[in-house]
């Protein structure tokens, strides 16, 4: 397994931006894919964004492809999530995971695609 802490969370107005990090070791970072998943309160988890092991391919969920970029560097162990244009309804705790794979595939966007997780970074958007 690999360890992932997440960062840049915290309190944002709407239409603001936030960049959260997520920061891996005890693995070959660039081994496996990594995904955003996020949790809205008293709501089940849900998929936001993964990004293919060599940084080369992402998957979205639509209403957040606009506005959410994810990024990697594998040198550095880390993936960005950039969220722009933030509305009161992204307000979550975001989870960074590892994949159990390098590609995405179409479990992808499930809880059971991700091996390792994150201890979760609490989003909040003001109206």
């Known amino acids: 397994q690999v360890q992932l802490v997440e960062s840049g969370g915290g309190l944002v107005q709407a239409g603001g931006s936030l960049r959260l990090s997520c920061a891996a070791s005890?693995?070959?970072?660039?081994?496996?894919?990594m995904g955003w998943l996020r949790q809205l309160p008293g709501k089940e988890r849900e998929f936001v964004a993964a990004?293919?092991?060599?940084?080369?391919?992402?998957r979205y969920t639509n209403s957040m492809k606009s506005r959410f970029t994810l990024s990697r560097d594998n040198a550095k162990n880390t993936v960005y999530l950039q969220m722009n244009s933030l509305k009161p309804e992204d307000t979550a705790v975001y989870y960074c995971?590892?994949?159990?794979?390098?590609?995405?595939?179409?479990?992808?966007?499930?809880?059971?695609?991700?091996?390792?997780w994150g201890q979760g970074t609490q989003v909040t958007v003001s109206s």
């Open positions: 995971a590892a994949g159990r794979r390098r590609l995405l595939g179409p479990d992808t966007t499930l809880s059971g695609a991700y091996d390792s």
């Open positions: 005890g693995r070959t970072f660039s081994s496996n894919a």
């Open positions: 990004i293919r092991g060599s940084g080369f391919g992402t």
